[in-house]
């Protein structure tokens, strides 16, 4: 078997034999983006924005600089496109309250699909709560994919907002995001596009996908948490009302009334988390010198090997496309008579550590017919041998569990 050169770079994994398959909920971090972070507090901590002298302005260039390097990352027009946030729910609700609440209305339709994290549901329930519009979803095939149909026929003149995850973080379907930004264009709607389990995995431009919004996280793909990013068109951003308010995304403040400040900062208020933007910044750094090939073969590999073991335990089903190639590293299963807390219980005894519950994604348990799962998500660090200690372990887990 091969040997993964990058595990090297990543102190989490030296010194002891845990496998770690819960990448779809945060990913490690390599020395890379520790040693920057580091850096940034030992030589620049300041708040940036603020003060004239060297270390608050050092510490606002680093800060800029990161939200540069997003920009390029996801194929943004204009840096001031890219909002910094504690995360992709963060960002979501941003949209829905900032640009939701203000231009939806009674009678229009939110569609979005059965699949979404709740980070994309419960923001567009409230709208629709407040201005009496109406949630529409659109319904996958047995293998999780949306047909043309089914977008041609739930995106109609009624759409104000069409609202999709690139990726599901259950199925890791890859969703056809650029036909349904042009079918919500079609429509006058706008298109918000959750790209948390997208981005970490693959190249990402948002001017060819055409959406207006576009979400992301920086732990899910090697950064820190509390960093996270919203990009919005910036004539929908200058067009909406601030998000939070206070220190530093103002203009001018009198008594009785203020003038906000320009995007981005309209929608930054308090003190930023410069740290975060340092270490989500060298992250996409590591990224990029990985390179999108190199993620992408490794993980279809690794899940080919993966699904291809578990096919031979007849005990277990894994849920969405027989196709690894179309699971973006995430294969979600169930194994008969056995709850996933206790397999993932179970796989903890033997160091390998998997999700287990409704993945924040209820209404697609109820979809599936479950009330849970369990998943295991691959990242290029992981090993083929990891991938043969979890299928060992995982046709031992009805003997373990007294069956």
Avoid at 33 to 42: H, I, R, S, W, Y
Avoid at 175 to 189: D, L, Q, S, T, Y
Avoid at 342 to 360: K, P, Q, Y
Wanted: glycine fraction near 8%; include cysteine; proline fraction near 4%.
């Amino acid at each position: 078997m091969s040997e993964n050169i990058f595990r090297r770079d990543f102190p989490i994994f030296q010194g002891n034999n845990t496998v770690y398959f819960d990448n779809a909920a945060t990913t490690q971090r390599p020395v890379q983006v520790l040693e920057a972070m580091k850096q940034f507090n030992d030589t620049t901590n300041a708040n940036p924005l603020r003060g004239l002298y060297k270390w608050s302005m050092e510490a606002t260039e680093a800060y800029e600089n990161a939200r540069h390097a997003a920009a390029e990352f996801i194929g943004a027009e204009k840096d001031c496109e890219i909002i910094f946030t504690r995360n992709t729910t963060e960002s979501l609700n941003l949209v829905a309250y900032s640009y939701g609440l203000s231009h939806v209305k009674a009678g229009d339709e939110i569609v979005l699909t059965v699949m979404e994290h709740h980070s994309n549901i419960l923001p567009w329930q409230m709208v629709a709560r407040q201005t009496g519009a109406k949630l529409v979803y659109m319904e996958p095939q047995p293998d999780g994919t949306i047909t043309d149909e089914e977008i041609e026929s739930k995106i109609t003149d009624k759409a104000a907002i069409v609202t999709v995850a690139e990726v599901s973080n259950v199925l890791g379907v890859t969703n056809p995001v650029k036909k349904i930004a042009e079918a919500a264009h079609r429509h006058g709607a706008v298109c918000v596009v959750d790209g948390a389990q997208s981005t970490p995995h693959m190249p990402v431009n948002v001017q060819e996908i055409g959406c207006d919004f576009f979400a992301f996280s920086g732990h899910k793909l090697m950064g820190p948490m509390g960093i996270g990013v919203l990009y919005g068109k910036i004539d929908l951003l200058d067009d909406m009302p601030p998000f939070l308010t206070g220190g530093e995304m103002i203009e001018y403040v009198t008594r009785e009334s203020a003038t906000f400040a320009e995007v981005p900062e309209k929608f930054e208020a308090g003190t930023v988390n410069a740290m975060g933007a340092v270490g989500l910044s060298a992250a996409i750094t590591y990224l990029k010198n990985v390179g999108f090939d190199t993620v992408m073969k490794t993980e279809k590999d690794l899940t080919t090997r993966l699904m291809d073991g578990l096919s031979r335990i007849p005990e277990v089903t894994v849920y969405g496309s027989k196709d690894p190639a179309r699971h973006c590293g995430i294969v979600t299963f169930n194994i008969e008579g056995c709850h996933p807390h206790d397999v993932a219980s179970v796989l903890d005894t033997e160091n390998i550590c998997v999700r287990a519950g409704h993945h924040c994604a209820q209404p697609l348990m109820k979809w599936l017919g479950v009330n849970a799962t369990a998943r295991a998500s691959l990242y290029f660090y992981n090993t083929e041998e990891e991938v043969d200690r979890f299928v060992d372990a995982v046709g031992k887990v009805r003997g373990w569990l007294g069956y």
